[in-house]
Structure formats: structure tokens, C-alpha cells
């Protein structure tokens, strides 16, 4: 029988058998489902198979995470169900029929704005640091410190901080005002049009021809009569859109709609002249006359309503609706509306009080894991991907606390909840603002004005305390002896126990070796790796590669066999040592579904690879193009007899000679 046989069989019926599978596909590591009924899924009983390492859904797809043997595990699944696999293309078509119309709708919203986060997150740290150094005034008239009656701020203290006060606003209007250009981009990226017509067209929003959209309650006469087109049957006033977010996205999906009409009706021979001119010139107009304004009025309508209801006599409520909601929000996608919505607010009251509550939510969150951490210390299995769940959840990546920890025991996430309830109700009854969404984490306190800072240090350590002895105490009387890892276990040895499970047969010596980086650029600790499978180990340990300028080669970290590799894709790698320790070398985040564009792979399965001798090539250009970050994951995912083995990190490698990995065996 094969390796694989029983497993795939239990699998079948596990998933609510064939009858409810739309399709099934897979990736380098994960089986993927479009199910008809994602309820009939044992998610407990698959989680107990042993080639299961864990599940979650994602963009309507159930993925259970298998390892570098789920190519193998794929063809065994398609014999015993008698399930023909499908391209990762058709499977996401199906997963996209099988989710709602507002599912749809924020898994657009996501795509779009994932690529802005890191900016908008880079431009509220900015303003927090303006609002420290030039808006707080630390000094009386004298010099002398004064807190309390203050007059003067560092700004006006030292000629240096004045001026950095002032040139970083040079960085902070590129990300708040410039805001337009980015949606635009993002949007046309997304929707596969042309993305330099998106930043055109963004440019249009903004341009300084146009009497600036913040001026505009300010402006006088004559500034509305130097800015007004008038085109004899009809004038209007030349608004820019600075900082607009609706606007923006209505404009930008203008754009595509009339890029993909006139591609599909245009003869190819002149399509390169008719389609960007045809599409530009009329959506500017269309962006400026129409959908524009209704844009904007929509966006203050939003931003007004939320702000009604964070200001209002019954604010503590809404806060506590929205606490306790907002990690349910985020397992479903439809969190991505909240960057909209604070972006907006930032734009119109130059703050968000949003923004605080998400933040609180991450940390309430990563406290109900950090109770887990506490009650399972002595199951080594639930600790690796607990630990790492944590921390990223304490630095503002949830996916794989919530996924990985809170869902999955289900009282976790309700004690988070509570927690992040309580704490935004504190927080919005005393008004604590941000200046822009932050990281969503603890280091979330930078991005708060500064006179808040004391009292969101209230709601964080609530956001941290109230979780933690909520899970700590239901943990107790919910968690089975198995689930804690104090269920007794028999003293003979397992015949069949691995050398990793039996540390006393090692050997007492061996020889130190190590694993050469794969790719020369940044390296992290595979928890900071923005994926919940990688970051929560279970995978295995192991490291993640920010690429250099110009990296773009994947080298093999030692001699080895090439074990996986992804024909369709070429984003991904596996090896295996000749003492049975198995590495996983992954490009970038979602790649899978670039469909090989940008990639090349320069060995075949079973071939014998070198140190340093080339496995795969990549554009990082490509990649970021298509949205996806080019973090490159490197995993040790099985030791075979190799022990002791340790990750540095927090250095710059060169791909081939620097040695990230050691062990000894």
C-alpha cells in the first residue's frame, strides 16, 4: 500500500467525501478544497491525521497543510476519491463562486490595499514621531522642562529637530495626500489592467494644477475662480482628491471598466494607440465630473457616520460592538474595510480613533495565546506553533494566532473578545486618537498622539491581563490531560520511534556542520515570515530571507538530492540531506498563483545538487508587480539524524558562503 493511501482515504470523508468537494488543487506545501459545505469538515479529526500538520481557510479555500510530501499526498487523494485535480486557476474561480458578494468584495478590498499597509503603516510612524518632536511641548518660555505648562517643543528647542520636523512632512503628504496615486495602482494591478494608466490617473487626483481638496473649506473667490474649467456648455471647479479613498477606487475601477471594453473591442493591430488613450482621457474626466464627487460624498458619509458613533452618547457601546467583533471580522476577510475607513478619517480629521481598537483587538488576541503558552508548557507539539503565534499576534500578525490557536480551541478567541471589548471601551471613553493606522501590535502605542499615551497604556495592559486570566481559567477546566500534555505516557520505548523522539540513542559526539544561505538578503527568524503557515512552524523551524537588491538567484544550501520541485510554478524547492534532514526553500508569499511568470527552475526531482550550484531564478520585479512580497522562506522541515540545530539571523547573507544553519550529525 502507499505511503499516503489511508490518510487520503480518512481525508475524503473527513472533508464530508466527494460529494462535497467543488475542487481540489495544491500548492508546495498545502491540499487545497473549494468544499460545497465547509461545516461537514472534521477540522478536529483532520488536524489528528498523521500527515496533517494543520488547516485553515483562506479566500473560500479549506487548505490543509501537509509538507513537502503533499505532492505525493495530491496523487494519492485524486486515486482514492476518483476526484480529478484542477488548475490552482479554476480552483480559485471555484473558491471565488462559493463565497458571498461582500466576501467577494473584501477579498478585493484586501488585495488592493495589501500592498499600501506597508506605506500607510511607514507614514503613521512618521507622523507619530512630528507629533512628539513638534506638536508636545515639553519646555516653558526659559528652556527648562515643563510638562505640565509647557510653551515650546523640541522643534522649537534645537534648529535640527525644526528641521527634521518640517522635511518629514515631505515623507508623510507622499503617503496621506499622495494617497490617490497608490489605490490606483493597487486597483489596476489587481484587476490586470495597465498599472502606469492607474498611477496617471491617480496623478490627475492630485495634480497641484487643481485647487488642493484640503483647501477647499478655506478657499476664497478668487482661488474657485482660477481653478474653475469652464467649457462653455458646462464648468466646474478643478478639486484635487488628496487623501480621498473612495473617490480614488471608484475612479480607479472606471478605468478598468473601459481598459477591458475597449481591449475587447479594438483590432490588436492598433490596440497599443486606441485602448490606453480611449481609456485614460474619458475616466479623468468621468473621475472629475462624476464618480468624484459621489466618492467623496460616500467617503464622508462613512467617516462621518463612524465618527458619530466613536463620539456619540452611545460610544461605549459601538466600541464594545466593535472590540469584541473585530477578530471574527478578520477570519472572515472583512476587516480590509477598516483600512478604508481610517485612511478616510485621517484624511478628513487629520486622526483616527478606528484604528486604536484594531490595535487592541491584536494584543487582546495574542494575550489569550500567551494563556495557552501558560497551560500547554508541556505539550511540546501545541508549543510550536503557540510561541510563534504570539509574538507575531503581539506585533500585529494575527492570522496565525487566530487560525492556528484561538479557532481551533474556540474559547481562546471568545476570552480575546471579552477582553478587546473592555479595552476599547476604556479607550473610546476617553478619546484616544492615532494619527494613522500603525502596527497592530504593542508597537501600535507609536502611532498614538502622544497626550494618549498614558491612558492606551491602560487599555493595553486590560487588552493583555483580562484575555490571559479569562483563557487561564477556562483553559483549566476545558483542556483535556492530552490537549495540556500531562497525560501519562508508557515508560517502554516506542520500536518505532524516531532518533528525534529518542535523544538518548544519539550519538554523545558528532561533527558540526552548516547550511549555507540559499539567497543572498536579509535574514529573520522564520516567525517574522508574513504567512501563518511558515510563521506558527509547523512547517518546521527555520528562517526567512528578505531578498537583496538584485537577488535573484535560489542556490542549494548543501549537497543534496532535489526531492520537490513546482513544474507549474517554479516558486519552490525541496531538498534532502544525505542524513535525512529535509529543507524547503519557498519564494515569496502566494506565488503559487503567478503561475510560474517570473520563475525558472534549473533542476529536476531526483537530481544531485552541489553547494551553492543554481535551483531557481526569480524576478523580484515580477513578483511585486503582481502584489506578492518576495520574503523567501527556508525551512528545516524534518532533522532525519542531524541534531542541535540552530538559525542565525539578524544578518545580511550572501547566497552560497554565509552559513545560517547549524548542527551537529
Not at 529573520?524 to 530571507?545: H, Q
Request: aromatic share 8%; proline share 4%.
Amino acid at each position: 500500500m502507499a505511503k499516503y493511501t489511508d490518510d487520503a482515504g480518512r481525508l475524503l470523508d473527513l472533508v464530508g467525501g466527494k460529494e462535497n468537494i467543488s475542487a481540489v488543487t495544491h500548492c508546495m506545501t498545502r491540499m487545497r478544497f473549494v468544499l460545497v459545505d465547509e461545516g461537514k469538515a472534521d477540522i478536529a479529526a483532520i488536524e489528528e491525521l498523521p500527515a496533517a500538520k494543520g488547516t485553515f481557510t483562506q479566500a473560500g479555500q479549506f487548505q490543509v497543510i501537509i509538507g513537502n510530501d503533499v505532492a505525493d499526498f495530491y496523487q494519492e487523494f485524486t486515486k482514492v476519491s476518483g476526484i480529478e485535480g484542477v488548475s490552482k486557476e479554476a480552483a480559485k474561480a471555484a473558491a471565488g463562486a462559493n463565497q458571498n458578494l461582500a466576501q467577494r468584495v473584501m477579498g478585493i478590498l484586501g488585495e488592493i490595499f495589501a500592498p499600501l499597509i506597508p506605506a500607510l503603516i511607514c507614514g503613521g510612524l512618521i507622523l507619530g514621531f512630528r507629533n512628539i518632536i513638534g506638536e508636545v511641548n515639553f519646555f516653558d518660555d526659559a528652556g527648562a522642562f515643563d510638562l505640565e505648562h509647557g510653551t515650546r517643543s523640541i522643534a522649537d528647542m534645537w534648529t535640527f529637530w525644526n528641521a527634521m520636523y518640517s522635511f518629514l512632512w515631505v515623507i508623510g503628504e507622499a503617503v496621506f495626500h499622495m494617497l490617490p496615486v497608490g489605490i490606483c495602482w493597487s486597483v489596476t494591478r489587481k484587476m490586470g489592467t495597465t498599472p502606469i494608466l492607474g498611477i496617471i490617473l491617480g496623478l490627475t487626483l492630485v495634480s497641484p494644477q487643481l485647487l488642493n481638496g484640503f483647501s477647499m473649506a478655506s478657499a476664497t473667490p478668487e482661488d474657485i475662480a482660477a481653478h474653475t474649467y469652464d467649457f462653455g456648455v458646462y464648468s466646474f471647479v478643478g478639486t484635487g482628491y488628496q487623501g480621498q479613498v473612495i473617490a480614488s477606487l471608484m475612479a480607479a475601477f472606471v478605468l478598468v471598466w473601459l481598459e477591458r471594453f475597449f481591449t475587447k473591442v479594438t483590432p490588436e493591430v492598433v490596440r497599443m494607440i486606441v485602448v490606453p488613450f480611449m481609456s485614460l482621457v474619458p475616466a479623468v474626466f468621468i473621475a472629475h465630473l462624476v464618480v468624484g464627487p459621489i466618492g467623496w460624498a460616500i467617503g464622508d458619509a462613512i467617516a462621518n457616520a463612524v465618527s458619530w458613533g466613536l463620539d456619540s452618547n452611545i460610544r461605549v457601546l459601538f466600541a464594545a460592538l466593535f472590540g469584541a467583533l473585530y477578530a471574527p471580522l478578520v477570519m472572515t476577510g472583512l476587516h480590509h474595510m477598516t483600512n478604508a475607513i481610517d485612511s478616510q478619517m485621517v484624511s478628513i480629521y487629520e486622526y483616527t480613533t478606528l484604528w486604536p481598537m484594531i490595535a487592541l483587538s491584536n494584543i487582546a488576541q495574542g494575550s489569550a495565546v500567551l494563556a495557552m503558552i501558560v497551560l500547554q508548557k508541556r505539550n511540546e507539539r501545541a508549543q510550536q506553533v503557540n510561541v510563534p503565534a504570539c509574538i507575531s499576534c503581539y506585533l500585529g500578525v494575527t492570522e496565525p494566532a487566530l487560525f492556528g490557536v484561538n479557532l481551533k480551541y474556540k474559547f481562546p478567541l471568545v476570552c480575546g473578545m471579552i477582553g478587546s471589548a473592555c479595552a476599547a471601551m476604556v479607550c473610546t471613553g476617553f478619546g484616544v486618537k492615532a494619527l494613522s493606522i500603525g502596527v497592530g501590535g504593542l508597537p501600535g502605542i507609536l502611532s498614538i498622539m502622544f497626550n494618549y499615551w498614558g491612558i492606551f497604556a491602560l487599555c493595553m495592559l486590560i487588552a493583555v491581563v483580562i484575555p490571559f486570566a479569562l483563557t487561564l481559567v477556562v483553559g483549566k477546566r476545558r483542556l483535556s490531560s492530552k490537549e495540556l500534555g500531562t497525560e501519562e505516557r508508557s515508560e517502554v520505548p516506542d520500536a518505532e520511534a524516531s532518533p528525534a523522539d529518542a535523544p538518548e540513542l544519539q550519538p554523545a559526539e558528532g561533527i558540526a556542520r552548516a547550511l549555507v544561505s540559499p539567497l543572498s538578503g536579509t535574514v529573520a527568524p522564520i516567525d517574522e515570515m508574513p504567512d501563518a503557515v511558515f510563521s506558527s512552524k509547523c512547517m518546521g523551524d527555520g528562517l526567512c530571507i528578505e531578498p537583496a537588491e538584485g537577488a535573484d538567484v535560489v542556490v542549494s544550501p548543501a549537497d543534496a538530492t532535489v526531492t520537490v520541485t513546482m513544474p507549474a510554478s517554479n516558486h519552490a524547492v525541496g531538498l534532502t540531506l544525505d542524513n535525512g534532514m529535509e529543507l524547503l526553500i519557498h519564494v515569496g508569499i502566494d506565488t503559487v498563483d503567478m503561475g510560474g511568470d517570473g520563475f525558472a527552475c534549473h533542476v529536476s526531482q531526483g537530481e544531485r545538487v552541489r553547494a551553492g550550484q543554481k535551483l531557481l531564478s526569480f524576478s523580484q520585479d515580477k513578483i511585486r508587480a503582481a502584489g506578492h512580497p518576495a520574503i523567501t522562506a527556508f525551512v528545516v522541515s524534518a532533522t532525519g539524524s542531524a541534531r542541535d540545530v540552530t538559525f542565525e539571523h539578524g544578518l545580511d547573507a550572501v547566497a552560497g558562503s554565509t552559513e545560517v544553519v547549524r548542527y551537529v550529525g
